[in-house]
């Protein structure tokens, strides 16, 4: 039964609402979103022993602009908030932003360039002051970007990476890790890149080819009486000043005799080893390689393994140090150059080949990146790696989609141990202290240390900072209040999704989980929700070099948030790149304004009618109903169904094409059109058709409130509701369907189609009504239960309108319009002048045989097809085929009328 009426009267105009003839998302969003906020939706709510749904937001870095990825991932992730908080799961977003390290330290120092400063100018405690100066004055503007989108997250909860708690659990780990000797200091090979002049992790180091040279030197076998050489291949040979080994497979036949023996290294003549390491590919170049252990990863496990010295040669600003001989001072590429034409002087660069090979870059700066020998601090790995690949392995953490998962497996399978020290000074400072007096290291959790714990001396803290990923993998549980024992921290943690992109799976997503583990003991999150990459229209990565960057924020301003964010969800699939284009924004725009209309449309018979309530909308009506109506309410109900069972499965782009298939085509184009017989009917249809409006308008509009919140707020606070906002209403929840209804309205939907199609053909008018003998089969009760919208959708006049079973009598002059198992059969002489139609169609022919030789004609030309450009002799073929198709079905069409 229904407990409330919602009476609604005035004028026509009235009638509508607030919503104004023309839908503008601009009016239509503004000032909703602080509204929401002020009323306190953002914040978890509803009982404590329900399990809650959280998210953690990935933080945008405070140093960037709103770019499409953000866009993304912040519809994805407001989707999934937005739903859980309707289904009644007490639920939090957590917003937050980082620091951004290199990238962060980086705007600075181009801001101090421009002023004709670096950042050693001003000192490294002045210089973070800048630092500060400039996080502070743009990391409000993240919320302001994010509010844009509508991104409901509780901004009550917002962190930043520097923050004291945040930093206070980076010095934590830290000190946990060291205690266990799980970090350790040492000197290892490391990628350095020169411009950002800090060691680099390796994912932070990207790989393209590159066309360069294979540069083929001979290497003068020592005390050879004949001037015996071994020649090795090279892709760099400045670093061949380094060189302290020769290596050659052990199973090469060719140099089994040299083994053991020694080169003497060209220009700078320092003798060195020629040895055997199964590392060797005797297939490249001559099969003997060289080896430099200071500047080459393989090479540095080489001489590891045979005990051979490390020689560097090159400085950390990308110039040759004093043991690169007379090339000392020079930038890498005059060093490179000079060795070559000193190698070709001496007689000793046998040969030079085109070779095309991968080059590392910086991932910032793209700078190409050098392996130099560096004392730094590493994570070990393997002991860390063990538990997060269990975790994936026994289902406690699972990946949308499924495939990622052994993306991830792959990598915590083949790690490597991780630097983490940056020699930058904006991040968090490595808590290491060293005794000036005696010399004791000291890890400490505590943010400064005055004096030496042993002897009471000065101490100094390590100059370098954190990779930014370790304080990012920190993410899932600083936020939360630890280290220290938090009600949040014991509420929401473990969090229920972390959505991100493919390409941070080994960034970020691997080091939360094994950091989680390791720390509170348990994955930070149980499902890794992927979205794909965002690319233009062509399928091309977006690049402000490219000039193709859409911008979310003036989009948004254009077409409106909720035309954005419906088309981003909507396009792709999970973990799948998708094409993103102005047109289909244009089109989520276009779905926005007929759901408009349609609610305004519906506003005037429900404002002229008591709606009924119950406990949570619009009561669902009852009591003899038209089919049409109790069709609407039946697909209402399937596809709320399919909706819940679809995002239950993390498959929110079908549950959102559901939607507006739903809204657009069997809501709009159908049931409203329909139902405007009745408008005009009785008091009690009237009535019917303005509580059926209400009822399933109100649930579409929560519906969709997931993915277009701004819109959805307007409809639903000028329908009749039970609440205060839309946000809090609760999620529909599906009645039983009637499948038998479904089948029978659509039969008449589908004969409407087939008689408009067959009109189409024929070119009847528009608005000119017709005669049809519909034989419906087993369904002559539904279509006379229909007789009045099948008239008014097909233009079928009714007194000229027959329903009956059996089958279909011949007749002349008629056309046959079959949709499934009933037929309509549309006398011909009763719609068209059938004289008159047949000179049309003979004119027609006519022209099209014309076309259709001209094509032939020009194809037949060999002067043609050999000079034209390929798509234009693909267009005359395609002129050919249409116009012999377009001959062939008005030849048929006149046979039909006897022509």
């Known amino acids: 039964m229904a407990d409330a009426v919602a009476e609604r009267s005035g004028t026509v105009d009235e009638l509508t609402g607030g919503l104004t003839k023309a839908y503008d998302p601009r009016a239509v969003e503004a000032g909703v979103y602080d509204r929401w906020d002020a009323a306190g939706y953002f914040a978890p709510r509803g009982p404590g022993d329900r399990e809650p749904f959280v998210i953690v937001m990935p933080p945008p870095n405070v140093t960037g602009e709103l770019h499409i990825g953000h866009a993304m991932f912040i519809t994805i992730e407001d989707i999934m908030i937005r739903w859980h908080r309707m289904l009644g799961d007490p639920t939090l977003w957590l917003p937050g932003a980082d620091h951004a390290g290199i990238a962060g330290q980086w705007v600075v120092e181009k801001e101090l360039a421009r002023e004709g400063l670096t950042r050693h100018d001003l000192g490294r405690e002045k210089f973070l002051e800048r630092v500060w100066d400039f996080m502070n004055r743009y990391r409000g503007r993240i919320r302001e970007q994010l509010k844009l989108l509508g991104a409901s997250c509780d901004w009550s909860r917002f962190v930043f990476t520097m923050d004291p708690g945040p930093s206070r659990a980076v010095r934590k780990v830290f000190k946990h890790l060291h205690d266990k000797g799980l970090i350790y200091r040492g000197e290892r090979l490391i990628s350095w890149c020169p411009r950002c002049n800090t060691a680099l992790s390796d994912l932070e180091v990207l790989h393209r080819d590159e066309a360069s040279f294979l540069w083929h030197v001979a290497y003068p076998l020592d005390g050879s009486d004949v001037g015996e050489r071994i020649t090795v291949a090279t892709t760099r040979p400045e670093t061949m000043l380094g060189d302290t080994g020769v290596a050659v497979h052990p199973d090469d036949q060719r140099y089994r005799d040299l083994v053991g023996k020694r080169v003497r290294l060209p220009i700078v003549r320092r003798l060195i080893p020629i040895v055997v390491d199964e590392a060797v590919d005797p297939a490249f170049g001559s099969g003997a390689v060289k080896v430099t252990p200071a500047h080459d990863p393989n090479d540095f496990e080489i001489g590891r393994r045979h005990q051979l010295p490390f020689v560097t040669v090159m400085n950390f600003d990308g110039t040759m140090n004093s043991e690169a001989g007379p090339f000392a001072g020079m930038t890498i590429a005059e060093a490179r150059q000079g060795v070559v034409e000193r190698l070709q002087a001496d007689g000793l660069l046998e040969r030079t080949e085109p070779h095309t090979h991968a080059v590392g870059h910086c991932q910032r700066c793209d700078t190409v990146v050098e392996p130099l020998i560096s004392k730094q601090w590493f994570v070990r790995m393997a002991p860390l790696a063990a538990p997060a690949i269990e975790a994936a392995r026994d289902g406690r953490l699972t990946f949308v989609p499924d495939g990622f998962k052994g993306v991830y497996l792959n990598w915590l399978e083949n790690v490597h141990d991780w630097c983490v020290s940056r020699q930058l000074w904006w991040g968090h400072r490595i808590p290491v202290w060293y005794c000036q007096g005696c010399g004791t290291v000291t890890v400490t959790e505590e943010e400064t240390l005055t004096s030496c714990p042993q002897c009471g001396g000065p101490v100094v803290q390590d100059e370098d900072v954190l990779d930014t990923w370790f304080s990012s993998g920190l993410w899932p549980f600083s936020t939360l209040g630890w280290p220290d024992d938090a009600d949040d921290l014991q509420r929401f943690y473990p969090s229920s999704v972390m959505e991100t992109g493919p390409d941070i799976i080994f960034f970020w997503v691997a080091r939360m989980v094994f950091f989680g583990i390791e720390i509170i003991g348990d994955v930070p999150f149980h499902t890794v929700y992927l979205h794909g990459t965002v690319l233009d229209a062509e399928g091309a990565r977006m690049s402000k070099t490219k000039g193709n960057v859409l911008d979310p924020t003036e989009i948004s301003a254009e077409y409106g948030a909720d035309a954005l964010r419906f088309t981003l969800a909507t396009q792709g699939s999970p973990g799948n790149p998708m094409k993103l284009s102005l047109q289909r924004v244009e089109d989520g725009r276009n779905f926005a304004n007929k759901l408009w209309n349609a609610t305004r449309f519906a506003l005037r018979p429900i404002a002229e009618t008591p709606i009924e309530l119950d406990g949570e909308g619009p009561a669902r009506p009852g009591g003899e109903l038209a089919l049409a109506d109790r069709w609407i309410l039946s697909r209402l109900d ?78 639903w606070q000028e329908l009749p509701h039970v609440g205060e906002s839309v946000m809090v209403a609760p999620w529909p929840v599906a009645g039983v369907r009637d499948e038998q209804v479904e089948n029978d309205f659509g039969a008449v939907i589908a004969v409407v189609q087939a008689i408009r199609n067959a009109r189409a053909e024929a070119s009847v008018e528009p608005g000119r009504w017709i005669g049809a003998r519909v034989y419906a089969a087993g369904r002559v009760g539904a279509f006379e239960a229909a007789r009045r919208e099948l008239c008014f959708l097909a233009r079928v006049a009714d007194e000229q309108l027959a329903i009956g079973g059996g089958e279909p009598e011949a007749a002349e002059q008629a056309l046959t319009a079959v949709a499934g198992d009933v037929v309509a059969v549309l006398p011909l002489a009763g719609m068209v002048d059938v004289a008159a139609e047949r000179e049309r169609l003979a004119r027609e022919l006519a022209d099209a045989e014309a076309e259709r030789g001209r094509a032939e004609k020009q194809l037949a030309n060999e002067a043609f097809l050999a000079k034209a450009p390929p798509h234009v002799v693909e267009l005359q073929r395609k002129r050919l085929t249409t116009a012999a198709e377009q001959a062939d079905v008005l030849r048929r069409r006149l046979a039909a009328l006897g022509g």
């Open 638 to 715: 399937a596809v709320i169904a399919d909706t819940t069972q679809l995002m239950g499965n993390h498959l929110y782009g079908e549950a959102g094409r559901q939607l507006r298939e739903f809204v657009w085509s069997e809501l709009c184009d159908w049931f409203i059109e329909a139902s405007k017989v009745r408008l005009r009917g009785t008091p009690e249809e009237r009535r019917a058709v303005a509580q059926t409006l209400a009822y399933v308008l109100e649930r579409s509009a929560r519906l969709l409130h997931p993915y277009m919140p701004f819109l959805t707020e307007a409809i």
